[in-house]
């Protein structure tokens, strides 16, 4: 449950504002991930497969924001991932995903969700992603 605290003097008013059913992280990047993959999530152990039975990793945010991305279109972020080879790639099950596009060009921000086999390949292509979206930004002058 998400709550907001307010202090009047010496009493705290407290009142809640929303509650999240979810199994972990936010729905959008699990719906990203199980959309793209085609997996399952296993409630014995809590870890997600591919239909392979590999296990699937995530790291996501719906708040990349930089001044650099001002002014992309969504097909100059598509064209940046693929051509660095950080698209998601179903074969290798791995890549990054977009969402939140209708503030990239106006305010330089995007929502992402990086797969990869393990945690610790997630966390390496949203890394890449981020760095390599700023770079390629950067190029193009923005």
Same mark, same amino acid.
């Given at each position: 449950?998400?709550?907001?605290? /307010? /202090?009047?003097?010496?009493?705290?008013?407290? $009142?809640?504002?929303?509650?999240?059913?979810? $199994?972990?992280?936010?729905?959008?990047?699990?719906?990203? *991930?199980?959309?793209?993959?085609?997996?399952?999530?296993?409630?014995?152990?809590?870890?997600?497969?591919?239909?392979?039975? $590999?296990?699937?990793?995530?790291?996501?945010?719906?708040?990349?924001?930089?001044?650099?991305?001002?002014?992309?279109?969504?097909?100059?972020?598509?064209?940046?991932? =693929?051509?660095?080879?950080?698209?998601?790639?179903?074969?290798?099950?791995? !890549?990054?995903?977009?969402?939140? *596009?209708?503030?990239?060009?106006?305010?330089?921000?995007?929502?992402?969700?990086?797969? !990869?086999?393990?945690?610790?390949?997630?966390?390496?292509?949203?890394?890449?992603?981020? =760095?390599?979206?700023? /770079?390629?930004? $950067? !190029?193009?002058?923005?």
């Amino acid at each position: 449950m998400d709550f907001i605290a /307010r /202090r009047f003097g010496d009493r705290w008013d407290l $009142q809640a504002i929303e509650v999240n059913l979810r $199994q972990g992280g936010t729905t959008h990047p699990y719906l990203a *991930l199980s959309a793209i993959s085609g997996g399952r999530l296993d409630p014995a152990s809590g870890l997600y497969h591919a239909p392979s039975g $590999q296990t699937l990793h995530y790291r996501a945010t719906d708040n990349l924001t930089a001044p650099e991305l001002r002014g992309l279109l969504p097909v100059d972020l598509v064209d940046i991932v =693929a051509e660095a080879g950080l698209h998601f790639d179903p074969a290798q099950m791995r !890549g990054s995903v977009f969402h939140l *596009l209708g503030c990239l060009f106006e305010f330089g921000k995007l929502g992402m969700t990086c797969i !990869g086999r393990s945690a610790a390949e997630a966390a390496a292509v949203f890394g890449a992603t981020e =760095a390599e979206l700023l /770079r390629a930004a $950067q !190029g193009l002058g923005r």
